[in-house]
């Protein structure tokens, strides 16, 4: 059994596409990130990023021993599960697949997730008078990380020709391009590979949970002073529905 800890977001449903494209035995635990779950000395010990996903797998193959092995950071999680169930990504004896494996996976939590979190922020919830710069500037590193993905899916159905765990961790951000105030018009091979992958039962599973718990989990504007002014104190250890 695999606890996941996740959030209705774009980087939540990563780990959930993967659990639902692999059929392993998973739990859902649904963390309120604007009352603060994520800063319990629980989630702490097991995700120090104070970010969700995260993963806890109580039946790790035996060369990790008994223990359970906690997993954070969405990149990570999707690789280890690849490994545990030796599906979605090229083995690890394929030196230059898994080379380019990493590189896509590294491209994705490195600059595709984090430009649209902040364009999310800048369109979403910013104050309206600090909103503008923030926009544009996201906006614009948001579109070209698109035409960077449109350049690489030149003569390819997926990322890494078939459909790995690549695809499943750009895919969110690029799913919600539209609500982020992008468009993919410009990116026809982008338009399409999103069709491809949305339409996948695994991914639709994924989709309904997320929609199903998302007015519990969402980010709520007027509670903004837990998610969007943090600094080091933030990670001071709380109780749950701690917020200050
Ligand atoms: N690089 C991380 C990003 C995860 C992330 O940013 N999670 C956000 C929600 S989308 C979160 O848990 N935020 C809680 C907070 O900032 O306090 C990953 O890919 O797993």
Redo the contacts with the bound molecule.
């Keep these: 059994m695999i606890d996941l800890y996740f959030?209705p977001?774009?980087?939540?449903w990563?780990?959930t596409i993967m659990l639902e494209e692999t059929g392993l035995d998973y739990r859902p635990i649904l963390?309120r990130?604007s009352e603060?779950d994520?800063?319990t000395p629980d989630f702490l010990a097991i995700?120090p990023?104070?970010?969700?996903?995260?993963i806890v797998d109580h039946s790790p193959d035996t060369a990790w021993g008994k223990e359970p092995v906690s997993v954070?950071?969405?990149?990570?999680?999707l690789l280890y599960l690849a490994d545990k169930t030796q599906k979605f990504a090229p083995p690890q004896t394929d030196l230059r697949a898994r080379k380019e494996l990493m590189e896509w996976l590294f491209w994705?939590?490195g600059n595709q997730?984090?430009m649209g979190?902040q364009l999310s922020h800048f369109r979403n919830y910013a104050p309206q008078d600090a909103r503008d710069y923030g926009f544009k500037r996201y906006l614009g590193e948001y579109d070209r990380n698109l035409g960077v993905l449109e350049n690489r899916l030149e003569g390819r159905s997926y990322i890494l020709g078939e459909y790995s765990i690549a695809d499943m961790?750009v895919f969110p951000w690029a799913f919600i391009a539209k609500p982020l105030g992008a468009s993919l018009d410009a990116f026809p091979r982008v338009r399409d590979w999103r069709a491809r992958i949305k339409e996948r039962p695994a991914v639709q599973r994924a989709i309904d949970l997320h929609k199903s718990q998302q007015n519990r989990g969402q980010?709520r504007v007027d509670n903004n002073k837990?998610?969007?002014n943090?600094s080091a104190e933030?990670l001071r250890p709380r109780s749950k529905g701690e917020t200050t």
């Design positions: 959030s977001t774009p980087n939540g990563k780990a963390m990130l603060g994520q800063f995700s990023n104070a970010k969700m996903p995260a954070f950071e969405s990149g990570a999680i994705q939590v997730g984090p979190g961790l980010h837990v998610l969007f943090q933030t």
